[in-house]
T-cell receptor
């Protein structure tokens, strides 16, 4: 078992390139969250899914960001035309509605560096 | 005012002592409170959650909640050097977590 997994663990890209990250949640969890964390800050909510439905997207999230969870299992987060300000740790978390959607378990994260 | 506030630290305690980590929140309607531990370069790990006023104990950890004062704390008894990490307080709101900036704890031998 398995906890939440994320790939890749590290990504270095040049400004203007597109990147895509993948998250595989804990298998019985129907909620999946994306957060972003920069140095010295706590994780900041980006978006979340219940099964395949995207229920909320942060107002702070640029249109360059898009997320999908097509079959209600794994999710992808894509950033188009990356900027240096996108450099951060991107964290995925999952939770089960049968316990509490707030009891969220995080994956190892994908660290993005935009040069 | 930030929704969740924590002192950034570092909080330094000797091995074997009790470490006390504090957090305040601004939304009086909040119902769910969480403590995550984050080692440097790693992702947050859920260590405690509390929903009711009072104390909740789990091993060396005790979470305390006072909704009237909008205050949550985490006590770590018999602190060990392996407890050195950043501790993040989080509050549940509208199905997502709102995090503080974390308190860095250093336990020295």
């Amino acid at each position: 078992d398995t906890g939440v997994s994320q790939n890749p663990r590290h990504k270095i890209t040049k400004r203007g390139q597109n990147v895509t990250f993948r998250c595989d949640p804990i298998s019985e969890h129907n909620r999946l969250y994306w957060y972003r964390q920069t140095l010295g800050q706590g994780p900041e909510f980006l978006t979340y899914f219940q099964n395949e439905a995207q229920l909320e997207k942060s107002r702070l999230l640029s249109d360059r960001f898009s997320a999908e969870r097509p079959k209600g299992s794994f999710s992808t987060l894509e950033i188009q035309r990356t900027e240096q300000g996108d450099s951060a740790m991107y964290l995925c978390a999952s939770s089960s509605l049968s316990r509490s959607s707030y009891e969220q378990y995080f994956g190892p994260g994908t660290r993005l560096t935009v040069t | 005012q930030k929704e969740v506030e924590q002192n950034s630290g570092p909080l330094s305690v000797p091995e074997g002592a009790i470490a006390s980590l504090n957090c305040t929140y601004s939304d009086r309607g909040s119902q769910s409170f969480f403590w995550y531990r984050q080692y440097s370069g790693k992702s947050p790990e859920l260590i405690m959650f509390i929903y009711s006023n009072g104390d909740k104990e789990d091993g060396r950890f005790t979470a305390q909640l006072n909704k009237a004062s909008q205050y949550v704390s985490l006590l770590i008894r018999d602190s060990q050097p392996s407890d050195s990490a950043t501790y993040l307080c989080a509050v549940g709101r509208s199905d997502k977590l709102i995090f503080g900036t974390g308190t860095r704890l250093q336990v020295f031998p």
